[in-house]
T-cell receptor, first 118, second 116 residues
């Protein structure tokens, strides 16, 4: 049981280049999301998905695209990288929480991907 | 919209002592959940403890307990008998109810340093 797997762990890009951060989970979670972590700002939600074919924007979506063609995979695409996108990126998944139910909606995180844009 | 505030950028504690990390939240939802995560220097996010808004008792998980004061909108993490391995960044987070689905809003984090 691998949990949430992110690749690559490190990446250096030049301004204007494109790339895709891969995320896969093997827990059959409906919910998947991408966060970025910047010093002093905690984790901020970029995009999320509540199931295959369904995605929506989070707090900081500009410059990023996502798609969800399968339950397992949720890639994050940077179309034209900018220095402001230098950050640590986390993919996370969970079962959808149910009010009053035993499922808390705890997020399971990947190990993170450190991206530097020059 | 939800908001989480952690007002302590850094905290220091002596090994074997207890420490409280502060967290206040703001939400208009009646049903919500509060989480604490630990991030050691290696970078991974480790789930510690969860408190539901309707839970009548404070959550506990081993040396971790959550001091939940609903009227004051606070959800402080208490770590008893601190260990050197507790040195890490700690994040408080919350999810709203209803259509908030699994979206978690995180605070800025508190860096805890445990001295021997």
């Amino acid at each position: 049981n691998a949990g949430v797997t992110q690749t690559p762990k490190f990446q250096v890009l030049k301004t204007g280049q494109s790339m895709t951060l891969q995320c896969a989970q093997d827990m059959n979670h409906e919910y998947m999301s991408w966060y970025r972590q910047d010093p002093g700002m905690g984790l901020r939600l970029i995009h999320y998905s509540v199931g295959a074919g369904i995605t929506d924007q989070g707090e900081v979506p500009n410059g990023y695209n996502v798609s969800r063609s399968t339950t397992e995979d949720f890639p994050l695409r940077l179309l034209s990288a900018a220095p402001s996108q230098t950050s640590v990126y986390f993919c996370a998944s969970s079962y959808l929480p149910m009010d009053g139910g035993s499922n808390t909606g705890e997020l399971f995180f990947g190990e993170g991907s450190r991206l530097t844009v020059l | 919209a939800q908001k989480i505030t952690q007002t302590q950028p850094g905290m220091f504690v002596q090994e074997k002592e207890a420490v409280t990390l502060d967290c206040t939240y703001d939400t208009s939802d009646q049903s919500y959940g509060l989480f604490w995560y630990k991030q050691p220097s290696s970078g991974e996010m480790i789930f510690l403890i969860y408190q539901g808004s309707y839970d009548e008792q404070n959550a506990t998980e081993g040396r971790y307990s959550l001091n939940f004061q609903k009227a004051r909108k606070s959800a402080n993490l208490v770590i008893s008998a601190s260990q050197l391995g507790d040195s890490a960044m700690y994040f408080c987070a919350m999810r709203g109810g209803g259509t908030s689905y699994g979206k978690l809003t995180f605070g800025q984090g508190t860096i805890l340093t445990v001295h021997p």
